[in-house]
């Protein structure tokens, strides 16, 4: 068992903090289903931890770590790296993985998701787990949105990290020049959009190339990248709620572009 003031597990431990991880290039993954998925591509683990019982519980998972050694640790130690209430046991310390926006736009991806200024974690990973599901090429972080390799955001997205292109500090201004570039359209969500999404999808725009804008929880997106955008969209309110929670906003558009670039 590592001691608790080990300097690989102090290190590990520092990924806790926001400007540690950016310094590093690193972040941390806790739990079964994001340690599988970071396992399953290639030079994304660099080492892991886990506690007894962690050893026990994924002793599957452990069988086939590629070549990193697994340390075991203290359920103290395993509790000051978790981000849960109930430590998982099992942690892995993962190279970053985000890439630059031109290496994204220039795979010609078919549907992205875009967050502006977004600023829960777990909206965040929520988003990344719903456009992997809904076969998005890529999530980009554009402002000063939340980091995706916060505790929160990686256990939220249940491994969709590992699965989808992610570029991060993109700059708000100039991301919808790039779209026109890249020949996406760009798909601006409001509440009070012009286009109704129903609407956008009858008239078969959808099936288009596409890069969704969502907004921050509380302001929305900034009024510049709406009338900067192809199209401002709303999702249609039927009932009382004065709107939709930022992840099924998502989760809505995300799909509806799906069902119509696959029909
Ligand atoms: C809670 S809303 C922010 C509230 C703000 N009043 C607005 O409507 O944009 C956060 C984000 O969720 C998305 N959203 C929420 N409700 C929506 C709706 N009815 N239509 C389109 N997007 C919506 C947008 O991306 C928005 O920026």
Redesign the pocket.
Known sequence: VLSDANARLAAARRLTSPRVRRETGRFLAEGAQAVREALARPDTVLELFATADGLVRNDEILRSTNGVSVDEISDKAASSMSETVTPQGLIAVCRQLDVPIETILARRPRLVAVLVHANDPGNAGAILRTADAAGADAVIFAGDSVDPYSGKAVRASAGSLFHVDVAIGVDAEDVLSRFRKAGLVSLA?????ATD?DDLADSGRLSEPSAW?????????PAAVIDAADES?????YGGA?????A???AV?LYASARAQRR
Not at 213 to 221: D, P, S
Not at 233 to 237: A, E, H, K, N, Y
């Open positions: 969500t409001t509440g009070v959009g999404l804008l969502f907004g921050n929880e509380a302001h929305g997106l969209v709303r999702v249609p309110i004065e709107s939709l929670n930022l099924a906003a998502a558009c």
